[in-house]
């Protein structure tokens, strides 16, 4: 019954989707896709920020596909709630309008999230303004939203820690001990402002980069959480082998005003798995559908008054 009642929301979703106003807009040099569901005057909208890589704005990169926001806005849209997606800076390629990739920044994925909110707002199209970040675009939206403010704020599958201790831990579940040490040090080097020349192996961060990537492994997500005092929701599932739980509860003790759901079977792209075998699959299904209660507390939370 339960796989019947979510293919018949796939369907509706996919009708709605194709009778959707579906149009490309440019903010300056983010590409990005504007969708707005039929017949709903001043619906509103959800900004959609993925997560780490270059990833698109379906929420593909380049190895791994599992068109986690193109699936995501598909199901809002079919509840009547429009969406804006974009192309992080990389996917694709590197623009030329974005500056040398050696002088990138992590504010500069900040920048780009309140350039799309001040476009959303600016517009005089939506009844209510929402963001919604998923995995690192969780850290953006918090940092996005102390500069831009929105009327509601999602986090999916957001850490509660340092990008570089975040990375540490999870190579030292996968590594032995030699291998993981030197990683290790490299990264604590980095985040303190050394260039590490050359890189270990396994760390492949060339030295021009490494400055860009210490500006997003030392941005902390609690201290911005803390000063989060909007409706928020925090949503995160057991079956995540990137997030331990814990990440979870320090977000919800730093925001206790913050609505929160905990999905035992979800993991980091937002579907139901079984096992690790089953988890390590959905990360290139794009037709896999996302968890259904996942989908209705979002759409929930962003429409209700």
């Given at each position: 019954m339960r796989a019947a009642i979510v293919s018949l929301l796939l369907l509706l979703a996919s009708l709605a989707s194709a009778a959707?106003?579906?149009?490309?807009?440019?903010?300056?040099?983010?590409?990005?896709?504007?969708?707005v569901p039929p017949g709903v005057v001043k619906p509103p909208v959800v900004l959609l920020i993925a997560g780490s890589g270059s990833t698109d704005h379906d929420g593909n990169g380049p190895q791994l596909k599992p068109a986690t926001l193109k699936k995501l806005s598909e199901q809002l849209v079919a509840r009547g709630i429009a969406t804006l997606r974009y192309d992080k800076r990389g996917a694709g390629g590197w623009k030329k309008e974005f500056g040398r990739p050696e002088d990138f920044r992590f504010k500069d994925f900040v920048d780009d999230a309140v350039s799309l909110i001040e476009y959303l707002r600016a517009s005089g199209k939506f009844s209510r303004l929402a963001v919604a970040g998923h995995s690192e675009g969780g850290l953006v939206a918090l940092l996005a939203v102390q500069r831009a403010p929105v009327d509601r704020l999602v986090l999916l599958a957001t850490a509660a820690r340092k990008q570089g201790d975040l990375l540490k831990a999870q190579l030292e579940k996968q590594l032995p001990a030699d291998k993981y040490a030197p990683l290790a040090k490299a990264i604590d080097d980095i985040m303190a402002g050394q260039i590490v020349d050359p890189p270990p192996t396994g760390l492949a961060i060339a030295p021009s980069m490494q400055p860009g990537m210490a500006s997003a492994f030392n941005e902390d997500p609690i201290d911005p959480m803390r000063k989060i005092t909007g409706p928020t929701l925090i949503i995160a599932g057991g079956r995540d082998h990137q997030l331990a739980r814990v990440n979870f509860l320090a977000l919800t003790a730093a925001d206790?005003?913050?609505?929160?759901?905990?999905?035992?079977?979800?993991?980091?792209?937002?579907?139901?798995?079984?096992?690790?075998?089953?988890?390590?699959?959905?990360?290139?299904?794009?037709?896999?559908?996302?968890?259904?209660?996942m989908i209705d507390a979002v759409a929930n939370f962003v429409a209700q008054d």
């Open positions: 959707a106003d579906e149009s490309s807009i440019r903010v300056g040099p983010i590409d990005a896709v504007l969708t206790i005003a913050a609505k929160s759901l905990w999905l035992p079977d979800m993991n980091h792209v937002l579907v139901d798995v079984t096992d690790a075998a089953d988890d390590l699959a959905s990360y290139n299904q794009p037709d896999r559908p996302l968890d259904a209660a």
